[in-house]
Nanobody, 121 residues
Framework: VQLQASGGGLVQAGGSLRLSCAVP??????MAWFRQAPGKERDFIAA????????YYADSVKGRCTISRDKAKNTVYLQMSSLKPEDTAIYYC?????????????????WGQGTQVTVSS
């Protein structure tokens, strides 16, 4: 399974950024975004089911991030706004089959290569 994330970059605090990820677009799969700041664990941000576009968010980003998917383009997006310096991290796109572990668990996901997001104060 190949995942290709893009869209990272340098943005000022309060700004917005949209990340994209080319995904397999498989039925009954979950697509997700995680992030990892230097010296910290990889944390869940958001997930979306491919079929029904049911969404899940971490409390830390609720209201500031929107995950969506475009079936025609086999692409998942993460729209981020009101960015803060603490949002600085490498953002990873991930995908796995639905069911089993919770969506926020790192287990059983396939991972993309990550894209760097840096938020300056």
């Amino acid at each position: 399974v190949q995942l290709q994330a893009s869209g990272g970059g340098l943005v000022q605090a309060g700004g917005s950024l949209r990340l994209s990820c080319a995904v397999p677009g498989r039925t009954n799969w979950i697509m997700a975004w995680f992030r990892q700041a230097p010296g910290k664990e990889r944390d869940f941000i958001a997930a979306i089911t491919w079929n029904l576009a049911t969404t899940y968010y971490a409390d830390s980003v609720k209201g500031r991030c929107t995950i969506s998917r475009d079936k025609a383009k086999n692409t998942v997006y993460l729209q981020m706004s009101s960015l803060k310096p603490e949002d600085t991290a490498i953002y990873y796109c991930a995908a796995r089959e639905s069911g089993g572990t919770a969506v926020y668990s790192r287990e059983n996901y396939y991972w993309g290569q990550g894209t760097q997001v840096t938020v300056s104060s």
